[in-house]
Protein backbone atom coordinates (compact mmCIF):
# COMPACT_ATOMS: atom_id res chain seq x y z
CA UNK A 1 0.00 0.00 0.00
CA UNK A 2 2.58 2.26 0.78
CA UNK A 3 4.44 2.27 -2.33
CA UNK A 4 1.30 2.61 -4.29
CA UNK A 5 0.86 5.48 -2.59
CA UNK A 6 4.49 6.46 -3.15
CA UNK A 7 3.59 6.11 -7.10
CA UNK A 8 0.61 7.75 -7.27
CA UNK A 9 2.37 10.84 -5.63
CA UNK A 10 4.77 10.79 -8.87
CA UNK A 11 2.60 10.54 -10.90
CA UNK A 12 0.95 13.61 -9.96
CA UNK A 13 4.37 15.45 -10.10
CA UNK A 14 4.09 18.63 -12.60
CA UNK A 15 6.16 17.30 -15.94
CA UNK A 16 8.29 19.97 -15.43
CA UNK A 17 9.59 18.84 -12.42
CA UNK A 18 10.45 14.77 -13.94
CA UNK A 19 13.61 14.23 -14.58
CA UNK A 20 14.03 13.34 -18.77
CA UNK A 21 15.73 10.05 -19.18
CA UNK A 22 18.12 9.39 -22.52
CA UNK A 23 16.49 7.79 -25.26
CA UNK A 24 18.92 5.27 -25.01
CA UNK A 25 16.98 2.08 -23.22
CA UNK A 26 19.20 1.08 -20.11
CA UNK A 27 18.69 -2.20 -18.40
CA UNK A 28 18.10 -2.30 -14.94
CA UNK A 29 21.57 -3.78 -13.88
CA UNK A 30 22.62 -1.32 -16.40
CA UNK A 31 21.34 1.26 -14.13
CA UNK A 32 22.68 0.22 -10.70
CA UNK A 33 25.93 -0.20 -12.14
CA UNK A 34 26.21 3.71 -12.93
CA UNK A 35 24.71 4.53 -10.18
CA UNK A 36 27.13 2.48 -8.38
CA UNK A 37 30.19 3.82 -10.17
CA UNK A 38 28.91 7.43 -9.18
CA UNK A 39 28.33 6.73 -5.51
CA UNK A 40 31.62 4.93 -4.44
CA UNK A 41 33.54 8.06 -6.67
CA UNK A 42 32.22 10.31 -4.66
CA UNK A 43 33.87 10.93 -1.27
CA UNK A 44 31.02 12.32 0.88
CA UNK A 45 29.12 9.46 -0.35
CA UNK A 46 31.21 6.61 0.07
CA UNK A 47 31.86 8.02 3.77
CA UNK A 48 28.22 7.79 4.21
CA UNK A 49 27.53 4.78 2.39
CA UNK A 50 29.92 3.02 5.24
CA UNK A 51 28.88 4.46 7.86
CA UNK A 52 25.08 2.81 6.76
CA UNK A 53 27.41 -0.30 7.67
CA UNK A 54 27.46 0.35 11.19
CA UNK A 55 23.96 1.68 11.60
CA UNK A 56 22.51 -1.22 9.73
CA UNK A 57 24.37 -3.46 12.62
CA UNK A 58 22.96 -1.31 15.42
CA UNK A 59 19.22 -0.92 13.33
CA UNK A 60 19.04 -4.69 13.12
CA UNK A 61 19.88 -5.84 16.35
CA UNK A 62 16.70 -3.86 17.30
CA UNK A 63 14.30 -5.23 14.70
CA UNK A 64 15.44 -8.94 15.64
CA UNK A 65 15.93 -8.54 19.37
CA UNK A 66 13.46 -6.59 20.61
CA UNK A 67 11.04 -9.30 20.92
CA UNK A 68 13.06 -11.18 22.70
CA UNK A 69 14.34 -8.77 25.07
CA UNK A 70 10.71 -7.64 26.04
CA UNK A 71 8.59 -10.99 25.68
CA UNK A 72 11.58 -13.08 26.76
CA UNK A 73 13.95 -11.62 29.16
CA UNK A 74 11.17 -9.09 30.66
CA UNK A 75 8.11 -11.07 30.51
CA UNK A 76 5.90 -8.94 29.52
CA UNK A 77 3.01 -8.75 26.36
CA UNK A 78 2.63 -7.58 22.62
CA UNK A 79 1.51 -4.44 24.09
CA UNK A 80 5.00 -3.57 25.71
CA UNK A 81 6.88 -4.87 22.90
CA UNK A 82 4.40 -2.75 20.34
CA UNK A 83 5.17 0.41 22.77
CA UNK A 84 8.81 0.20 22.96
CA UNK A 85 8.91 -0.31 18.71
CA UNK A 86 6.68 2.53 18.57
CA UNK A 87 9.41 4.68 20.87
CA UNK A 88 12.14 3.56 18.04
CA UNK A 89 9.59 4.82 15.49
CA UNK A 90 8.92 7.94 17.15
CA UNK A 91 13.12 8.71 17.76
CA UNK A 92 12.94 8.72 14.09
CA UNK A 93 9.98 11.39 13.50
CA UNK A 94 11.39 13.70 16.35
CA UNK A 95 15.40 13.48 14.60
CA UNK A 96 13.97 14.33 11.23
CA UNK A 97 12.57 17.39 12.49
CA UNK A 98 15.84 18.40 14.74
CA UNK A 99 17.78 17.86 11.08
CA UNK A 100 15.51 20.49 9.57
CA UNK A 101 16.18 22.78 11.65
CA UNK A 102 19.75 22.29 11.79
CA UNK A 103 20.66 21.03 8.69
CA UNK A 104 22.10 24.30 7.44
CA UNK A 105 24.44 24.77 10.30
CA UNK A 106 25.81 20.92 10.64
CA UNK A 107 27.45 19.52 7.55
CA UNK A 108 25.54 16.29 6.61
CA UNK A 109 28.25 13.92 7.13
CA UNK A 110 28.85 15.20 10.71
CA UNK A 111 24.72 14.05 10.71
CA UNK A 112 25.48 11.03 9.26
CA UNK A 113 28.63 10.29 11.93
CA UNK A 114 26.95 11.39 14.95
CA UNK A 115 23.79 9.37 14.00
CA UNK A 116 25.58 5.82 13.64
CA UNK A 117 27.49 7.11 16.85
CA UNK A 118 24.14 7.42 18.83
CA UNK A 119 22.59 4.25 17.24
CA UNK A 120 26.02 2.26 18.27
CA UNK A 121 26.12 3.51 21.93
CA UNK A 122 22.29 3.23 22.42
CA UNK A 123 21.91 -0.72 21.87
CA UNK A 124 24.82 -1.40 24.34
CA UNK A 125 23.01 -1.30 27.40
CA UNK A 126 19.38 -2.71 26.02
CA UNK A 127 20.55 -6.34 27.64
CA UNK A 128 20.30 -4.85 30.94
CA UNK A 129 17.35 -2.07 30.57
CA UNK A 130 14.22 -2.04 32.51
CA UNK A 131 11.05 -1.43 30.62
CA UNK A 132 11.01 2.17 31.91
CA UNK A 133 14.52 2.67 30.48
CA UNK A 134 14.12 0.77 27.12
CA UNK A 135 12.14 2.71 25.46
CA UNK A 136 14.25 6.12 26.06
CA UNK A 137 17.59 3.98 24.34
CA UNK A 138 14.95 2.82 21.24
CA UNK A 139 14.06 6.68 21.24
CA UNK A 140 17.75 7.86 20.39
CA UNK A 141 18.32 4.67 18.52
CA UNK A 142 15.90 5.59 16.05
CA UNK A 143 17.04 8.95 16.33
CA UNK A 144 20.40 7.40 15.41
CA UNK A 145 18.78 5.12 12.12
CA UNK A 146 17.40 8.53 11.17
CA UNK A 147 20.54 10.93 10.82
CA UNK A 148 22.19 8.16 8.92
CA UNK A 149 19.39 7.82 6.87
CA UNK A 150 17.64 10.89 5.94
CA UNK A 151 21.10 13.10 5.33
CA UNK A 152 22.22 10.51 3.18
CA UNK A 153 19.56 10.88 0.90
CA UNK A 154 20.09 14.70 0.78
CA UNK A 155 23.65 14.10 -0.08
CA UNK A 156 22.86 12.27 -3.05
CA UNK A 157 20.60 15.14 -3.75
CA UNK A 158 23.51 17.80 -3.52
CA UNK A 159 26.11 15.40 -5.27
CA UNK A 160 24.80 14.14 -8.31
CA UNK A 161 23.52 15.54 -11.23
CA UNK A 162 19.84 15.60 -11.75
CA UNK A 163 20.21 13.38 -14.62
CA UNK A 164 21.50 10.66 -12.73
CA UNK A 165 20.02 10.54 -9.39
CA UNK A 166 17.73 8.57 -10.17
CA UNK A 167 20.04 5.60 -11.09
CA UNK A 168 22.15 6.73 -7.97
CA UNK A 169 19.21 6.23 -5.35
CA UNK A 170 18.54 3.00 -6.58
CA UNK A 171 22.23 1.66 -6.22
CA UNK A 172 22.19 3.48 -3.06
CA UNK A 173 18.86 1.52 -1.93
CA UNK A 174 20.95 -2.16 -3.28
CA UNK A 175 24.11 -1.24 -1.58
CA UNK A 176 22.17 -0.33 1.95
CA UNK A 177 19.70 -3.27 1.53
CA UNK A 178 22.83 -5.52 0.92
CA UNK A 179 24.47 -4.09 4.23
CA UNK A 180 20.93 -5.33 5.91
CA UNK A 181 21.34 -9.14 4.06
CA UNK A 182 24.98 -9.17 5.35
CA UNK A 183 24.24 -8.06 8.91
CA UNK A 184 20.78 -9.72 9.68
CA UNK A 185 22.23 -13.18 10.39
CA UNK A 186 24.29 -11.45 12.69
CA UNK A 187 21.88 -10.23 14.66
CA UNK A 188 20.25 -13.70 14.66
CA UNK A 189 23.79 -15.36 15.62
CA UNK A 190 24.36 -13.23 18.46
CA UNK A 191 20.82 -13.61 19.45
CA UNK A 192 21.47 -17.34 19.83
CA UNK A 193 24.96 -17.39 20.94
CA UNK A 194 24.82 -14.88 23.35
CA UNK A 195 21.43 -14.23 24.73
CA UNK A 196 22.33 -12.10 27.74
CA UNK A 197 24.58 -9.78 26.14
CA UNK A 198 23.54 -9.80 22.34
CA UNK A 199 23.16 -5.99 22.40
CA UNK A 200 26.32 -5.32 24.48
CA UNK A 201 28.38 -7.06 21.82
CA UNK A 202 26.14 -6.56 18.63
CA UNK A 203 27.29 -2.42 19.76
CA UNK A 204 30.61 -3.24 20.17
CA UNK A 205 30.67 -4.57 16.63
CA UNK A 206 28.67 -1.64 15.40
CA UNK A 207 31.35 1.13 17.12
CA UNK A 208 34.16 -0.72 15.78
CA UNK A 209 33.29 -0.80 12.21
CA UNK A 210 32.73 3.16 13.02
CA UNK A 211 35.66 3.92 14.48
CA UNK A 212 37.23 2.13 11.35
CA UNK A 213 35.66 4.21 9.01
CA UNK A 214 36.30 7.43 10.65
CA UNK A 215 39.95 6.52 11.29
CA UNK A 216 40.99 5.23 7.57
CA UNK A 217 38.41 7.24 5.62
CA UNK A 218 37.97 10.57 7.19
CA UNK A 219 39.01 12.63 4.45
CA UNK A 220 36.39 11.37 2.47
CA UNK A 221 34.17 13.53 4.54
CA UNK A 222 35.24 17.00 2.91
CA UNK A 223 33.91 17.41 -0.94
CA UNK A 224 37.12 17.96 -3.19
Do not use: C
Amino acid sequence: MTFLFSALLILTLPASLRVERENTPTSPLGDIREGTLWLWRDGPLRYALLLGLSAAVSGALVLVGTVGLVRGRLGLGELEYGWTMAAFGIGATLAALVMGAWENRIPRTTFVLLGALVSSLAVLPADWASLHLLPFVWVLAGAGQNWVNLPTQALIADRTPEALQGRVYGAHFAWSHLWWVLVYPIAGWLGTHFPDKAFLYGGLVALGLLLGVELLFKSWKRPR
